[in-house]
């Protein structure tokens, strides 16, 4: 079984600069995540989506993220413009179950994003 | 707010010693928990997790957690650790629909 991809897997971009991330779950998951993990912290949840649907998008900083799941499969999350505390890891995650209940989580590689 | 607490950062380990992983969450209703592993460049991979039914809990590669319900813990423990054990691991809590929150991580090196 595939699982999730996720690309690029590195970018430098320098801030107020844009950069878009994309994933592509596991076929036929119904709840896509996307995490930020800053160096030294545990991942946190940024915006979750069941089929094209947003979940919970309490922690996304909406005025410079953005993210979309067109046709409840692969999904893209934007910052635009970026800063510098924006250096992370984004993790791309998706789960079987439709409310994602059981916690178990498929995690991608991850896209470790620089801002300089 | 759920929050976890993984109170070791670092742990170094020689070969064949036992480990203990500490995690302790806040306050809540009926959790769900979990420990995740990721091995350098690897993604992060489900270790174990519980969810009711016998308090200590059997996963991958030996590894086993204990959740004691008192006191909001559920630590990862290992009899005999191996080099291949050395990993960053995680410990999640959910709380009934709530998304699920992971602690800061800790680091685990195994010396040969």
């Known amino acids: 079984e595939a699982g999730v991809a996720q690309s690029p897997r590195y970018k430098i971009i320098e801030k107020r600069q844009s950069v878009a991330f994309w994933c592509n779950p596991i076929?036929?998951?119904?709840?896509l995540y996307w995490y930020q993990q800053i160096l030294g912290q545990g991942p946190k949840l940024l915006i979750q989506?069941?089929?094209?649907?947003?979940?919970?998008d309490s922690q996304l900083p909406k005025d410079r993220f953005s993210a979309e799941r067109l046709k409840g499969v692969d999904s893209t999350l934007k910052i635009q413009p970026a800063k510098l505390e924006d250096s992370a890891v984004y993790l791309c995650?998706?789960?079987?179950?439709?409310?994602?209940?059981?916690?178990?989580?498929?995690f991608g590689e991850g896209s470790r994003l620089t801002v300089l | 707010a759920q929050s976890v607490s993984q109170h070791n950062h670092h742990v170094i380990l020689s070969e064949a010693a036992s480990l203990e992983l500490g995690c302790n969450y806040s306050?809540?209703?009926?959790?769900?928990l979990f420990w995740y592993v990721q091995y350098p460049g690897q993604h992060l991979q489900l270790l174990l997790k519980?969810?009711?039914?016998?308090?200590l809990v059997k996963g991958i590669k030996g590894f086993e957690a204990e959740f004691i319900k008192s006191k909001f813990s559920f630590n990862l423990r290992k009899p005999s650790v191996q080099w291949s054990d050395t990993a960053e691991y995680f410990c999640?809590?959910?709380?009934?629909?709530?998304?699920?929150?992971f602690g800061q991580g800790t680091r685990l090196t195994i010396n040969p």
């Open positions: 995650a998706s789960s079987l179950e439709v409310s994602g209940n059981t916690g178990e989580l498929f």
């Open positions: 076929s036929g998951h119904a709840t």
């Open positions: 989506f069941q089929n094209n649907g947003v979940v919970d």
């Open positions: 306050y809540g209703g009926t959790v769900n």
């Open positions: 519980y969810f009711s039914g016998d308090p």
């Open positions: 999640a809590v959910k709380e009934g629909a709530q998304k699920l929150v």
